[in-house]
């Protein structure tokens, strides 16, 4: 079997090390004996959504989300019945915002985004900055996790607020930090396999629980079983484990 995964804008979508977040999904695929191919695609490319596994969107400027919407808005249509088909896609920052509605820059100027899912971005005054602990709510976890690692950490920088419309849910709720605006507690989104967060770092060398969900529920929606082989993967829980405690530890403090 081989785990297939489009790489959107990485010319454009890079700017924290995201592509750490692709290294690290394709280690654990191979580790299990399986293929995995990356297919880069750029501005006037072709791509066929359907033939994918994984859509992996990084993060970018937002002065560049109406130069990626006027690119990808002929094919919308297309990335939305792959979604609806459970497509599963993991978008960070700028990624996850460009699958909205719109962004509100800071003088009032909508920048419409694709219009795939019912969220909103406006930007702040100030930028949230720092590391993040999240609380995943996640029910696959306990399928791909013997050791039951139930957080998300990771670093956020991000002028941005983002709002969930109706129906849609956060990936976890915020223990430490700021997530998607501050004042819900809410931290990302999932909605079917599509996954937005604010946290780079990049996210997965720390999360590998997660990066096991993400191909888990590929190997699913390819008619596999979706049990994935366990990986030793005690040196990377006890470094997660680690940086969680010291993390809530200095949060005590202050």
Not at 23 to 38: I, S
Not at 225 to 235: E, F, K, S, W
Request: proline share 3%; aromatic share 6%.
């Amino acid at each position: 079997m081989k785990i297939k995964l489009g790489h959107l804008y990485p010319d454009l979508l890079d700017l924290y090390g995201d592509r750490g977040n692709i290294l690290v999904l394709e280690a654990r695929t191979r580790w299990r004996g399986l293929d995995f191919e990356v297919q880069n695609v750029s501005l006037g490319e072709q791509i066929d959504f359907h033939a994918l596994d994984i859509l992996f969107l990084g993060g970018g400027s937002d002065r560049e989300q109406n130069i990626l919407v006027a690119d990808l808005m002929g094919r919308v249509e297309e990335l939305k019945a792959a979604i609806e088909d459970g497509l599963v896609v993991l978008s960070i920052c700028g990624g996850y915002q460009l699958l909205g509605q719109y962004y509100q820059t800071a003088e009032g100027q909508r920048i419409p985004g694709l219009g795939i899912l019912d969220l909103w971005t406006v930007a702040g005054a100030n930028r949230l900055i720092g590391n993040v602990v999240v609380n995943l709510e996640l029910e696959e976890l306990a399928e791909v996790n013997s050791d039951s690692l139930s957080t998300l950490v990771g670093f956020e920088n991000h002028s941005g607020r983002t709002y969930l419309g109706p129906g849609l849910e956060p990936l976890g709720k915020v223990i430490h930090g700021h997530g998607n605006n501050g004042e819900d507690q809410g931290e990302g989104l999932r909605y079917k396999n599509v996954f937005g967060t604010y946290l780079h770092g990049p996210l997965l060398p720390k999360n590998p629980h997660f990066a096991d969900v993400l191909l888990k529920l590929a190997m699913e929606r390819r008619g596999e079983a979706g049990n994935l082989t366990l990986l030793d993967d005690q040196l990377e829980r006890l470094a997660h484990e680690t940086v969680v405690e010291r993390i809530l530890a200095k949060q005590k403090k202050i």
